[in-house]
Structures are given as structure tokens and as C-alpha cells.
């Protein structure tokens, strides 16, 4: 069975500050991987995901994430972030002979002025 | 992408009674998940409904407690039987076309 590991439950960072929000699975066979952000009292939003191909993923927002198929890493980053980016993201990892798509606890990035 | 209808949005229910969460997706899908996110938490899949058979439930829920019904390709009702507050929750439906996963908007229910 797959697992997903985000290690950090909060990150506070300035505005205009790079972030990176890390995120490491487990599985025995070949993964696809999302990220999801969501936004205070409202539901779930893809902000990119790995199927296959090139491994520098790029989504919305100017988000982006590399996955790393020998760290069994999946990381979250963004150059610049601002305060509109206040949000609780979570990695997911869904494992090629299940089709179950699982989450990991999130992390909640706080974006300060 | 597939588009999911869920309804109702949100509900207030009292404790002991049943609560039927319907999902409606415009295109058809072999599989449907079922998740719940408890407050300030993640999601936790609950089960997978296949269209024609019994259900198959994750570790921790129960059919008795979440009876799930797959008529179609299209449809699916969950159910939170005999609810308390702890089951106040959202609880969001999803479906996997070829390109990724698909959530509803979600069911945000209060039990009290």
C-alpha cells in the first residue's frame, strides 16, 4: 500500500519570500502524485500532478514540484509567494495497481506582509 | 475533466438519525471514492464504490456506518447511519478519469 509523508504541518514565510513544501510516499510500484491546495472554508484544488514524463511538473499559480523518483520525493515550491497564498496544501500519491488516491496531513503555509 | 454534482452542500442533522450524500458525474466512471475531512485535518478515503458490487471499505469504516450505493456509472449515494457529532465532518466524493482525480464541492455536515 502507497503512504505520503509531508513533514511540515506549518510554514510561515514572508511575502515575496521562496517557499518549498516537502512531501516523500511510499509505494512498491510506480506512483502518480498531486498536490492540492485549499483555501479557507472552500473545497480541494489541483494545483499540479506527475503522471508521467518529465519530472519538473509545472501548475497553476506559479507552483511547481519535482519529483525525485530515488528520494521517493515529491516537493512543492514557489519562488515568490503572496499573501493570496494562504492556504493548507496537501500532497497525494496514488499507486498504479490501486487507483485509491491518498493524502497526506498538509501543510499549512501562512504568507506574512 | 469530469464534472461531479454533490449534494446536498451542507446540512445540520440530529444525533440518531441518517444522512444520504449523493454524487452525480456527467460522464462515466468505473470507480468512485468516497473521503472524509475531519476539522483542521486531512482527507481519509472511506471507501471505493464499483458500479455493480458490494463496496470496498478502508480500514476503520463500516458498511453498517457508511452504506454506500452504486446503481450506475454515473451515480452514488453515501450514507452516515445513526450520526453523532463526531461525525460532523465534510464529506467529498471523487472520480479518476484518465488525466487525474475529480472531487465534489463537498457535503459540510454538523451533527448535533
Known amino acids: 500500500a502507497q503512504s505520503v509523508t509531508q513533514l511540515d504541518s506549518q510554514v510561515p514565510v514572508f511575502e515575496e519570500a521562496p517557499v518549498e513544501l516537502r512531501c516523500n510516499y511510499s509505494s512498491s510500484v510506480s506512483v502518480y502524485l498531486f498536490w492540492y491546495v485549499q483555501y479557507p472554508n472552500q473545497g480541494l484544488q489541483l494545483l499540479l500532478k506527475?503522471?508521467?514524463?518529465?519530472?519538473l511538473v509545472k501548475g497553476i499559480n506559479g507552483f511547481e514540484a519535482e519529483f525525485n523518483k530515488s528520494q521517493t520525493s515529491f516537493h512543492l515550491r514557489k519562488p515568490s509567494v503572496h499573501i493570496s497564498d494562504t492556504a493548507e496544501y496537501f500532497c497525494?500519491?496514488?499507486?498504479?495497481?490501486?487507483?485509491?488516491?491518498?493524502f497526506g496531513t498538509g501543510t499549512r503555509l501562512q504568507v506574512f506582509p | 475533466s469530469a464534472v461531479i454534482s454533490q449534494k446536498p452542500s451542507r446540512d445540520i442533522c440530529q444525533r440518531g438519525t441518517s444522512l444520504t450524500i449523493q454524487c452525480q458525474v456527467d460522464s462515466q466512471v468505473t470507480m468512485m471514492f468516497w473521503y472524509r475531512q475531519q476539522p483542521g485535518q486531512s482527507l481519509t478515503l472511506i471507501a471505493t464504490a464499483n458500479q455493480g458490487s458490494e463496496a470496498t471499505y478502508e480500514s476503520g469504516f463500516v458498511i453498517d456506518k457508511f452504506p454506500i450505493s452504486r446503481p450506475n456509472l454515473t451515480f452514488s449515494t453515501l450514507t452516515v447511519s445513526n450520526m453523532s457529532p463526531e461525525d460532523s465532518s465534510i464529506y467529498l466524493c471523487?472520480?479518476?478519469?484518465?488525466?487525474?482525480?475529480?472531487f465534489g464541492s463537498g457535503t459540510r455536515l454538523t451533527v448535533v
Open positions: 497525494a500519491v496514488s499507486a498504479s495497481d490501486t487507483d485509491k488516491l491518498i
Open positions: 471523487s472520480v479518476r478519469p484518465w488525466d487525474g482525480y475529480t
Open positions: 506527475y503522471l508521467s514524463g518529465s519530472t
